[in-house]
């Protein structure tokens, strides 16, 4: 990302993971005044402080939107804007779908349904 930006960064860094790497990765490509927004909740953390990240980088990880932007997020959804992927299982292949995600095996997200 420096390379790609003449060694400036990004303004803008979204990590839709969260795990350890990827948020090294966000800080490190990012720009002097930009923005890290960590999205994922994969167990990453990014440590903050003078001199760790490039000059006044904002660093946020939400982890819900406010109630407009969710009715706007359901908006987009019901318009086919969205798409979520899942996979689904009953209660009793919820073992499985466990299995199927440490493994990597889960295409998005799985969901276990009680009466499936």
Sequence with gaps: VRELTGGVGAEAVFDFVGAEATVRTAGAVAAIEGDVTIVGIGGGALPVGFGLLPFEVSVSAPYWGSRAELVEVLAL???????????TFS???APLAYER?????IGGRAVILPHG
């Design 77 to 87: 959804a019901r318009a086919g804007a969205v798409s979520v992927h899942t996979e």
């Design 91 to 93: 209660l009793d292949d």
């Design 101 to 105: 995600l440490h493994s990597g095996k």
